[in-house]
């Protein structure tokens, strides 16, 4: 009598859809974080330990919704991006609050400038070399 071997058999397991781009929890909380950094740092450094007045607390939640949302609007066209712009809009998102965040203690339009030209070029570089070497 001949024995049968069972045929491995292929289950089938119901299609998932990808998961969409840019609508994960990270993708707005990431963006929300460093929003709301932003704005206690700004809040904070126009304080300068004095009391607090209504002025900064606008300035604060401006400062931290307007840098929050270009955050977001970068989470959501960076696969879109090649990697030299992609490297460059991190490296302009970072220089322009490095810069903003130094005119707000009182330095001269054009140190604050430079300091956020000399931080944004470094992420510009870095990031880029970051994408050169993980990316296809």
Same mark, same amino acid.
């Given at each position: 009598?001949a024995?049968?071997? /069972?045929?491995?058999?292929h =289950?089938?397991?119901?299609?998932?859809?990808?998961a969409?781009?840019g609508?994960?929890a990270?993708s707005?909380? @990431?963006p929300?974080?460093l929003?709301?950094?932003?704005g206690?740092?700004?809040?904070?450094? +126009?304080?300068?330990? #004095?009391? /607090? /007045? +209504?002025?900064q607390?606008?300035?604060? @939640?401006?400062?931290?919704?307007?840098?929050?949302?270009?955050?977001?609007?970068?989470?959501?066209?960076?696969?879109?991006?090649? =990697?030299?712009?992609r490297a460059a809009?991190i490296?302009?998102?970072t &220089? #322009?609050?490095?810069?903003y965040l130094?005119?707000? +203690?009182?330095?001269?339009?054009?140190m604050?400038?430079?300091?956020?030209l000399?931080?944004?070029? &470094?992420?510009?570089l870095?990031m880029?070399? @970051?994408?050169? /070497?993980?990316?296809?």
């Amino acid at each position: 009598m001949a024995t049968h071997a /069972t045929m491995p058999t292929h =289950r089938r397991t119901p299609a998932r859809t990808p998961a969409r781009q840019g609508h994960s929890a990270l993708s707005w909380a @990431v963006p929300l974080v460093l929003g709301v950094i932003l704005g206690f740092w700004a809040f904070f450094i +126009n304080r300068d330990g #004095g009391r /607090t /007045t +209504n002025g900064q607390i606008w300035l604060g @939640v401006i400062s931290g919704v307007g840098f929050a949302v270009l955050c977001y609007a970068f989470v959501r066209i960076r696969k879109a991006l090649p =990697r030299e712009l992609r490297a460059a809009a991190i490296g302009a998102l970072t &220089g #322009g609050a490095v810069g903003y965040l130094s005119s707000l +203690n009182g330095k001269s339009v054009l140190m604050s400038g430079f300091i956020g030209l000399v931080v944004g070029a &470094g992420m510009l570089l870095t990031m880029f070399y @970051v994408y050169y /070497t993980r990316e296809e």
